[in-house]
T-cell receptor
Framework: RKEVEQDPGPFNVPEGATVAFNCTYS??????FFWYRQDCRKEPKLLMS???SGNEDGRFTAQLNRASQYISLLIRDSKLSDSATYLC????????????FGSGTQLTVLP | NAGVTQTPKFRILKIGQSMTLQCTQD?????MYWYRQDPGMGLKLIYY???????DKGEVPNGYNVSRSTTEDFPLRLELAAPSQTSVYFC?????????????FGPGTRLTVL
């Protein structure tokens, strides 16, 4: 079983749609959780951290369910500029801040 | 601040050749990392460093070496290039303080081994 698993997509949605991505992780002792965004042929960039209580940043909402070892990202009112690959990222415990990456979910927002 | 810079941007190597991928950060971060990303895959950790003079292996270290003589620089060495090392290589850095473990990535080096 992969440490971090994501639906690879692709997700093709029209502008203005709401889209949700899911991610599961295998290490129950994982400490920190993130969503990174990676544009085509570019480096990953932090989109948002994911907290146990859930958190929101504008049109983006992240949720964490530790009991089910599940992370989600919801994007509301999708924009063309949201087209990218979204990487689910987990920090295992005692890891010297190492990150474990999922393979990513590809999103294309269509006009 | 330039952030994390990597050179070269692109490189083609022949099997058996050697090269060094350069990485420099100007944010005074203690932690630095090297990842590789194969097509359609997530990033895999090759080596990391928690400070000058300290390095450790990640998930996929075979075929690579690193050194960390200064806080700013973390070069990655390929000694005998193989086609399996064709990939995009990302360097990243992270501050020692803070709880979010944010990593800042360089723009990447695209390496092809033929």
């Amino acid at each position: 079983r992969k440490e971090v698993e994501q639906d690879p997509g692709p997700f093709n949605v029209p502008e203005g749609a709401t889209v949700a991505f899911n991610c599961t992780y295998s290490n129950s002792a994982s400490q920190s959780f993130f969503w990174y965004r990676q544009d085509c042929r570019k480096e990953p960039k932090l989109l948002m951290s994911v907290y146990s209580s859930g958190n929101e940043d504008g049109r983006f909402t992240a949720q964490l369910n530790r009991a089910s070892q599940y992370i989600s990202l919801l994007i509301r009112d999708s924009k063309l500029s949201d087209s990218a690959t979204y990487l689910c990222v987990v920090t295992p415990s005692g890891s010297a801040r190492q990150l474990t990456f999922g393979s990513g979910t590809q999103l294309t927002v269509l006009p | 601040n330039a952030g994390v810079t990597q050179t070269p941007k692109f490189r083609i190597l022949k099997i058996g050749q050697s090269m060094t991928l350069q990485c420099t950060q100007d944010m005074n971060h203690n932690y630095m990392y090297w990842y590789r990303q194969d097509p359609g895959m997530g990033l895999k950790l090759i080596y990391y460093s928690v400070g000058a003079g300290i390095t450790d292996k990640g998930e996929v270290p075979n075929g690579y070496n690193v050194s960390r003589s200064t806080t700013e620089d973390f070069p990655l060495r390929l000694e005998l290039a193989a086609p399996s090392q064709t990939s995009v290589y990302f360097c990243a850095s992270s501050p020692i303080t803070g709880i979010t473990d944010t990593q800042y990535f360089g723009p990447g080096t695209r390496l092809t081994v033929l």
